[in-house]
């Protein structure tokens, strides 16, 4: 049975505002876009860190400007936000992915990259001793909030840090990171950054180009 956790979510949020506490929260963000709605939905509750841990994204290139990015909106969007930055890695996402290179996005390799992140925001969470952590991810409406969450508490199991539960999509979620994105002029791409994703992405827009010709040739 699927769970709502935007409701989950707001339950949480509502038992802190009761007890009148403000927790710490590592928060791991795939990029700036992403992270812009959840840290102006969660500033007002948590003194947040954002851990930018991505071993996916690829080239070095592409990371390192992502990382630039993200600091920036953090900067611009002045919420009391800290930044921390995780190790470049991208063996150990080629290593999960072999064998599923061929699998279309949301599948198998991305729940093993899901875990692999989180896996390594709880390690950070524990150490830095914050009270929880969570992902910027299932904001998008590619990544499955589903298996997010359930990773999320197997993963709070094994390290004994609570982890928030949340969809972030809901709510016109996605809405208003697209909203930010574009008031604070961010860098936006179609695919997660990953060299399988970016494939797809590519294969996508060359087949909208081609019907589109394909169109233009037939009126």
Do not use: W
Not at 25 to 40: I, T
Not at 83 to 91: A, D, I, R
Not at 125 to 150: C, D, M, R, W
């Amino acid at each position: 049975m699927k769970q709502n956790y935007q409701l989950v979510l707001e339950k949480t949020l509502k038992a802190l505002q009761a007890e009148d506490k403000r927790p710490s929260l590592l928060l791991h963000s795939c990029c700036g876009p992403c992270s812009s709605y959840v840290m102006e939905y969660l500033a007002q509750y948590f003194d947040i860190t954002i851990f930018y841990y991505n071993p996916n994204i690829s080239p070095a290139a592409e990371f390192q400007f992502r990382a630039e990015e993200q600091q920036r909106l953090i900067r611009e969007m002045d919420l009391g936000v800290s930044f921390l930055l995780g190790k470049y890695e991208p063996e150990r996402f080629f290593a999960l992915a072999k064998g599923h290179e061929a699998e279309p996005e949301g599948g198998e390799r991305c729940f093993k990259c899901y875990r692999l992140r989180l896996e390594e925001t709880a390690k950070a969470a524990k150490a830095g001793g914050f009270s929880y952590f969570t992902t910027t991810l299932s904001i998008s409406p590619h990544k499955n909030a589903q298996v997010l969450n359930e990773l999320g508490k197997e993963i709070s199991d094994v390290f004994g840090v609570p982890y928030l539960y949340s969809d972030f999509k809901k709510k016109n979620g996605y809405r208003r990171s697209c909203e930010l994105s574009t008031e604070y002029h961010l860098y936006r791409q179609d695919y997660c950054g990953c060299p399988f994703s970016k494939a797809e992405a590519e294969a996508r827009r060359a087949s909208i180009k081609e019907r589109s010709l394909a169109n233009d040739t037939e009126k």
